[in-house]
């Protein structure tokens, strides 16, 4: 796991992972759901990023900018402290132990499943939220979060937070703006690297900045002419964090389908994140 960037560094405001540590829950007002609620509603269901195919592109597609690889299902045992302040980063979508996103995957899959091999660790994971701390968890965490990794209980946990967390308030704000699949694969890669709390460089703060400059078709405005400017802020706040800099996920990729017109992310797809090529068919 070459590319987990979007936790290199904690930027001084409220940042993604720091905001669900304060909080608990990421805010997105009433686009958010109940706690553990994973499914979107039934009449928006498969209308967009959320049709079954179009998530599993999207799932490939962010791990080619965070994993360097389109096997997003390789990702659920991966565990290691790069060194961001965050503690360990695990998972398919980075879980911190430093910030609280990892604390709520244990206890929900503690919920469902009481006798997990990582249920001791709740207590060590409370403690050290909110640091780079390893202790309690030193030094077998990481051998048991890879046990547990083999768990389609725990793999399910990890899907459902995400969806949660990251993934259905995207899909329901982009649908909110009336934009179609490519659309809601660039809020949700927003939130996914950016989170969503009171910094600048926030998903909302995002796209307030793109609102700006444009409409969205929601509100009479051209898709192309609003992506455009979404795009353009997501760059911005990308370049005011040194880890983040390199904004070829957005120049090389979003960029690549919205040129072409691929509002639908329909297949085939073609692109490239820090140089390297990927395909789907």
């Known amino acids: 796991m070459v590319h987990l960037d979007h936790d290199a560094a904690f930027p001084s405001a409220v940042s ?18 109940a706690p553990h609620a994973t499914a979107l509603p039934a009449a928006a269901a498969a209308s967009g ?5 179009k998530k599993e592109i999207a799932m490939k597609l962010v791990s080619s900018a965070e994993n360097s690889s389109l096997d997003w299902k390789a990702q659920y045992k991966y565990i290691e402290d790069i060194g961001d302040g965050r503690g360990y980063t695990a998972g398919i979508i980075g879980f911190c132990s430093g910030t609280g996103d990892m604390l709520d995957l244990v206890e929900l899959y503690t919920d469902r499943k009481p006798t997990n091999v990582l249920a001791k660790y709740l207590p060590a ?31 399910r ?16 704000q982009g649908k909110a703006d009336g934009l179609r699949a490519l659309g809601q694969f660039a809020y949700y890669d927003a939130i996914v690297m950016h989170g969503d709390g009171g910094d600048s460089t926030s998903f909302s703060n995002i796209r307030k900045r793109a609102l700006r400059q444009a409409k969205p078709p929601a509100q009479g405005g051209d898709e192309t002419t609003y992506l455009n400017a979404f795009l353009d802020a997501r760059v911005w706040a990308m370049k005011q964090e040194e880890a983040h800099s390199d904004t ?10 919205l040129r072409k017109g691929n ?15 990927y395909h789907i068919g």
Not at 129 to 153: E, I, M, T, V, Y
Request: charged share 30%.
């Open 16 to 33: 993604r992972r720091s905001f669900v540590a304060l909080t608990g829950a990421l805010a997105l007002g009433t686009f958010l759901s």
């Open 49 to 53: 990023l959320d049709d079954p195919a």
């Open 125 to 155: 994971l409370r403690r050290v939220n909110g640091s780079d701390s390893h202790d309690g968890l030193d030094p077998n965490f990481p051998k048991d979060w890879r046990k547990a990794a083999q768990d389609s209980a725990f793999q």
């Open 157 to 172: 946990a990890q899907n459902d937070e995400r969806d949660r967390v990251y993934f259905n308030p995207a899909v329901r």
């Open 248 to 257: 070829s996920r957005v120049d090389t990729a979003q960029r690549v389908f």
């Open 263 to 277: 509002f639908d992310l329909n297949p085939p797809l073609d692109w490239k994140v820090y140089g390297d090529s």
